[in-house]
């Protein structure tokens, strides 16, 4: 398998057991699921039927590693830890914070949810997130953060390549966790504030219409 499909496919162990370690091999997976055609039938027709629904088409992202993700492609963030180098399928990320570094490839994830709820967060990470365009958007950094700190001037500076992740709340109206758009990779307009830093971020693809549809609908009120 080339880089990206062994990618693909800790993406989808994650997608089918939640823990690490439960094989030794992604073949060893593959052995298991073709001992279970039943199960194999049902996932294709699920498949299908995901497909079918697709409303927003997917952009391939252009960065210098191996790296399955889609531009505008919605992901949970198993998957996402997976894709940026994070999981593996010996080793689950312990990762549960705003954000996921990869310092070995200079990357930075940054997970938003829109609507937040007083139910799941907590009045120290209520981030006032929001679009402010299809194009910028408005962020706000951790709590610790400050201009004169690494991960400040990083920011400010370009150090890491940023990729944002937004989702419209944490749960559906089936109470189901939803997964994050990946709007792809932004880059830095300007800051103020510390502790934390308010950053505007460009996006170099425009945000899809239901998404923005959405955020707006927010930000009006």
Same mark, same amino acid.
């Given at each position: 398998?080339?880089?990206?499909?062994?990618? *693909?496919? %800790?993406?989808?162990?994650?997608?089918?057991?939640?823990? /690490?370690?439960?094989?030794?091999?992604?073949?060893?997976?593959?052995?298991?699921?073709?001992?279970? +055609?039943?199960?194999?039938?049902?996932?294709?027709?699920?498949?299908?039927?995901?497909?079918?629904?697709?409303? %927003?088409?997917?952009? +391939?992202?252009?960065?210098?590693?191996?790296?399955?993700?889609?531009?505008?492609?919605?992901? %949970?963030?198993?998957?996402?830890?997976?894709?940026?180098?994070?999981?593996?399928?010996?080793?689950?990320?312990? #990762?549960? =914070? #705003?954000?996921?570094?990869?310092?070995?490839?200079?990357?930075?994830?940054?997970?938003?949810?829109?609507?937040?709820?007083?139910?799941?967060?907590? +009045?120290?990470?209520?981030?006032?997130?929001? /679009?402010?365009?299809?194009?910028?958007?408005?962020?706000?950094?951790?709590?610790? /953060?400050? =201009? =004169?700190?690494?991960?400040?001037?990083?920011?400010?500076?370009?150090?890491?390549? *940023?990729?944002?992740?937004?989702?419209?709340?944490?749960?559906?109206?089936?109470?189901? %966790?939803?997964?994050?758009?990946?709007?792809? =990779?932004?880059?830095?307009?300007?800051?103020? #504030?510390?502790?934390?830093?308010?950053?505007?971020?460009?996006?170099?693809?425009?945000? +899809?219409?239901?998404?923005?549809?959405? /955020? #707006?609908?927010?930000?009006?009120?």
């Amino acid at each position: 398998m080339t880089a990206e499909e062994v990618l *693909m496919s %800790t993406m989808f162990y994650y997608d089918m057991w939640q823990d /690490a370690g439960i094989f030794k091999s992604l073949q060893e997976m593959f052995d298991s699921l073709a001992n279970v +055609p039943l199960l194999i039938d049902e996932m294709i027709d699920v498949f299908t039927l995901l497909s079918d629904s697709i409303q %927003t088409l997917e952009i +391939p992202l252009l960065i210098d590693f191996p790296c399955p993700l889609k531009v505008h492609g919605r992901y %949970t963030r198993e998957q996402i830890q997976v894709a940026l180098g994070k999981s593996t399928l010996a080793k689950k990320s312990s #990762g549960r =914070e #705003g954000v996921e570094r990869n310092k070995e490839l200079n990357i930075e994830a940054m997970f938003v949810d829109l609507n937040k709820t007083e139910r799941d967060y907590s +009045p120290t990470t209520m981030y006032n997130d929001y /679009a402010l365009s299809e194009t910028l958007f408005h962020w706000q950094s951790q709590n610790l /953060a400050n =201009e =004169e700190s690494f991960v400040g001037a990083a920011y400010i500076n370009g150090q890491n390549r *940023m990729l944002l992740f937004v989702r419209e709340q944490k749960k559906d109206e089936y109470n189901n %966790t939803m997964g994050y758009i990946f709007l792809g =990779e932004v880059t830095y307009v300007s800051h103020y #504030g510390n502790r934390p830093m308010n950053i505007r971020w460009k996006l170099k693809t425009p945000m +899809p219409a239901l998404l923005w549809d959405f /955020a #707006g609908k927010l930000a009006v009120g």
